[in-house]
C-alpha cells in the first residue's frame, strides 16, 4: 500500500528539490570553459582558443613573481557606428572597471582589488579598450577572476552612470586646455575629415551628453561578447594555471553576433592642407605635421618605424641636432603609427615660439628631403635600429 506523504513533509521535500536543483544550476554556470585548439607561436607565446570563441594569449616569463594579465576588447571610437563621436566606448569603460557586478557590489570588487596590490587601470582608443590587472603571482586567480566578473556580469548600476557622467565631462573640459591634447585631435580632423579616425575618443561634448543608460547597456550586450574578447597573461604562471583560471573565470561569458562597421577608404589627399586654433590660455605654439602612409600589413611599415627615429627620437636624432640645438624649438619628436585600420600617419610635432615658425617649417622640408634622397649611413641605421629593438625588448 502507498504510505501518503504529510503536508510538512510534502513542503520539506520540495524545499529540498528546490536547493538542489539551484546548486546544480548554479555549479552548470560555472563549468569551465573547454579548449577547442592551441598553437604556440614563435617566442613562446601560446594562443588558445575557447569553446565560446574566447582566446587566450600565454606567455611564462618566471623573471620576477609578478603576472601582468589584460583584456582586449575589440571596440573603440571608430566601431561606434551611430554612436560616432559621442564617446560610448570610453563613457563604458569607466563604469565597467571596478564597478557594480551581479556577484559583487562596487566596493567588495574594490576591497579585492586592494588586497592583491590594486595595480589596475584601463583605457579606450580608437580600435580597443584595455583593461589590465598585474599583481603577485600568487594573486593571478583573484586578478583573473575580477576580470571575468567585470566582463561577464556587469550592472550599469545608474548611481555609478551618472557619477561617471560627471567625472567625463570633467575631463573633456580639461582636455581642451591641453595643447597636446588639442594639436593631436586637430591633426586627426585634419587629416581624416570623413573617417572615424577623425573623431575624439573621448567624444564631443554635446554628444556625450546624449547617451543614455539604455544605449550604454546595449552597446555592452553588443561588443562585450567572447568572440570579441582576447585575454592576455605574461609571467610568472605555467601555460596551464593561465588556461585553467581563464576557462574558470570567464565561463559566463556568451558567444554574440558582432558587426563592426567597415571603414570606409582615406580620400587620395592631392595637395597640403593646413589647420590652425588660437587659445589665450596657451602661450608656445605646438606644431603637428602628418603624412598619410600604410596599412599594417605592408612591408614599409618597418622602414617607417627606423626613419620616424632617424628624425626624432632622442639628442642624436637629425631634428633634434637640426632645430633643439639651434635654438629654434623647446621640443621636438617624430613618430610612425601604423595601425590595424587604414589610417596610418607618419608624424612630427614641436613646441617653439610663433616668430621660429618659418625656420623650423623650412629646416623640417630640408630633413624630409633628405632622408628621401641621401642614403643613411651604416653607424646611423645600427644605431637606430639597436634602439628600436632595445625599445621593443622593454
Known amino acids: 500500500m502507498r504510505k501518503l506523504l504529510s503536508l510538512k513533509a510534502m513542503i520539506t521535500l520540495f524545499l529540498l528539490l528546490s536547493v538542489s536543483t539551484g546548486l546544480s544550476s548554479a555549479e552548470d554556470a560555472m563549468q569551465p570553459l573547454a579548449v577547442i585548439r592551441q598553437v604556440e607561436h614563435p617566442g613562446g607565446v601560446l594562443e588558445v582558443k575557447f569553446e565560446n570563441g574566447l582566446t587566450l594569449l600565454c606567455k611564462e616569463n618566471f623573471a620576477a613573481p609578478v603576472v601582468a594579465t589584460r583584456v582586449f576588447v575589440r571596440i573603440g571610437s571608430i566601431?561606434?557606428?551611430?554612436?560616432?563621436?559621442?564617446?560610448?566606448?570610453?563613457?563604458?569603460?569607466?563604469?565597467?572597471?571596478?564597478?557594480?557586478?551581479?556577484?559583487?557590489?562596487?566596493?567588495?570588487?574594490?576591497?579585492?582589488?586592494?588586497?592583491?596590490?590594486?595595480?589596475?587601470?584601463?583605457?579606450?582608443?580608437?580600435?580597443?579598450?584595455?583593461?589590465?590587472?598585474?599583481?603577485?603571482?600568487?594573486?593571478?586567480?583573484?586578478?583573473?577572476?575580477?576580470?571575468?566578473?567585470?566582463?561577464?556580469?556587469?550592472?550599469?548600476?545608474?548611481?555609478?552612470?551618472?557619477?561617471?557622467?560627471?567625472?567625463?565631462?570633467?575631463?573633456?573640459?580639461?582636455?581642451?586646455?591641453?595643447?597636446?591634447?588639442?594639436?593631436?585631435?586637430?591633426?586627426?580632423?585634419?587629416?581624416?575629415?570623413?573617417?572615424?579616425?577623425?573623431?575624439?575618443?573621448?567624444?564631443?561634448?554635446?554628444?556625450?551628453?546624449?547617451?543614455?543608460?539604455?544605449?550604454?547597456?546595449?552597446?555592452?550586450?553588443?561588443?562585450?561578447?567572447?568572440?570579441?574578447?582576447?585575454?592576455v597573461v605574461a609571467g610568472a604562471v605555467k601555460a596551464e594555471g593561465a588556461i585553467?583560471?581563464?576557462?574558470?573565470?570567464?565561463?559566463?561569458?556568451?558567444?554574440?553576433?558582432?558587426?563592426?562597421?567597415?571603414?570606409p577608404p582615406v580620400p587620395r589627399q592631392t595637395s597640403s592642407k593646413w589647420a590652425e586654433e588660437s587659445s589665450a590660455k596657451i602661450n608656445k605654439l605646438y606644431l603637428s605635421v602628418g603624412h598619410h602612409t600604410v596599412t599594417l600589413d605592408h612591408p614599409d611599415l618597418f622602414a617607417l618605424d627606423v626613419a620616424a627615429d632617424i628624425l626624432g627620437a632622442g639628442r642624436t636624432s637629425r631634428l633634434y641636432r637640426s632645430l633643439r640645438e639651434q635654438g629654434l624649438v623647446q621640443g621636438v619628436y617624430a613618430y610612425s603609427h601604423t595601425p590595424a585600420y587604414n589610417a596610418g600617419v607618419f608624424g612630427i610635432g614641436a613646441t617653439l615660439e610663433e616668430e621660429n615658425l618659418p625656420a623650423v617649417l623650412s629646416?623640417?622640408?630640408?630633413?624630409?628631403?633628405?632622408?628621401?634622397?641621401?642614403?643613411?649611413?651604416?653607424?646611423?641605421?645600427?644605431?637606430?635600429?639597436?634602439?628600436?629593438i632595445t625599445d621593443e625588448l622593454f
Open 363 to 388: 629646416t623640417l622640408v630640408e630633413e624630409i628631403n633628405r632622408l628621401k634622397l641621401e642614403s643613411v649611413s651604416r653607424e646611423e641605421l645600427q644605431r637606430v635600429v639597436k634602439k628600436k
Open 79 to 231: 566601431y561606434e557606428g551611430e554612436m560616432l563621436g559621442s564617446g560610448v566606448s570610453h563613457y563604458f569603460e569607466h563604469i565597467i572597471s571596478g564597478g557594480t557586478t551581479s556577484t559583487r557590489s562596487e566596493a567588495e570588487s574594490r576591497a579585492l582589488l586592494q588586497r592583491i596590490g590594486n595595480n589596475s587601470n584601463a583605457y579606450t582608443s580608437r580600435d580597443a579598450t584595455v583593461y589590465f590587472i598585474t599583481t603577485e603571482a600568487q594573486h593571478f586567480p583573484t586578478a583573473a577572476n575580477l576580470l571575468g566578473d567585470y566582463m561577464a556580469n556587469c550592472l550599469v548600476d545608474e548611481t555609478e552612470f551618472n557619477r561617471e557622467r560627471g567625472v567625463i565631462i570633467q575631463e573633456i573640459r580639461k582636455l581642451e586646455d591641453d595643447p597636446n591634447r588639442c594639436i593631436y585631435q586637430l591633426l586627426g580632423e585634419t587629416m581624416f575629415p570623413l573617417h572615424p579616425a577623425g573623431q575624439p575618443v573621448i567624444g564631443h561634448l554635446e554628444l556625450f551628453k546624449q547617451v543614455t543608460r539604455g544605449q550604454v547597456e546595449e552597446f555592452y550586450h553588443r561588443f562585450y561578447v567572447a568572440n570579441n574578447i582576447t585575454v
Open 244 to 263: 585553467k583560471e581563464i576557462a574558470i573565470s570567464f565561463a559566463n561569458l556568451k558567444r554574440g553576433m558582432v558587426h563592426h562597421p567597415a571603414m
